[in-house]
């Protein structure tokens, strides 16, 4: 079983379409993420939840909204898509809330986001 | 927001020791030290972290000076599948799980 799955891999559209991309952890974490790698490899946090609220929240524009249904899962959705949004998206989990030390993250594959 | 220096890239021979230096002079008292790697097209990889002691586990060493303004991850024998982007972050540990990456160190294991 992967630990953390994202899915799809891969995902092409046009400019303003709306798009989700999904996240699931089965490693009973309580604090999951989504990460933005761009064209050149710049590994940048986009968001956090512990438990299902948002912690972090990093001057991702508002087209950008995260779902967080259950501890297990969560989700990124984005509307009216530009040609910057193109980028590897990654899912990450971890355990353990703000103030605590957590060990590692544990990352999904990536999805690679292309717009046109 | 990366709080630390890395060389951009570095070659080792396969087998041989591979030598990651990273620096974090502004490094605060409560944070930890974090490596994790990318191998090409592949989610980010946990390595090993420490505060002050030299840590050791089954993929590397952590080798933190006294004055825990530099570090070193050591890959003792390194393969063809070490080759790979390696980025060292600091992290406190009272401000949520923030895992700022930088650029890393493009290490390619050469046969």
Known sequence: DTAVSQTPKYLVTQMGNDKSIKCEQNLGHDTMYWYKQDSKKFLKIMFSYNNKELIINETVPNRFSPKSPDKAHLNLHINSLELGDSAVYFCASSQGGSGRVTGELFFGEGSRLTVL | ?111
């Open chain 2, 1 to 111: 927001d990366a709080k630390t220096t890395q060389p951009t890239s570095m070659d080792c021979a396969e087998g041989r020791a591979a030598n990651l230096p990273c620096n974090h002079s502004t490094i605060s008292g409560n944070e930890y030290v974090y490596w994790y790697r990318q191998i090409h097209s592949q989610g980010p990889q946990y390595i090993i972290h420490g505060l002050k002691n030299n840590e050791t586990n089954e993929m590397a060493s952590l080798i933190i000076t006294e004055d825990r303004k530099s570090s070193t991850l050591i890959l003792p024998h390194a393969t063809l599948r070490d080759t790979a982007v390696y980025y060292c972050i600091v992290r406190a540990s009272n401000t949520g799980n923030q895992f700022y990456f930088g650029t890393g160190t493009s290490l390619t294991v050469i046969p």
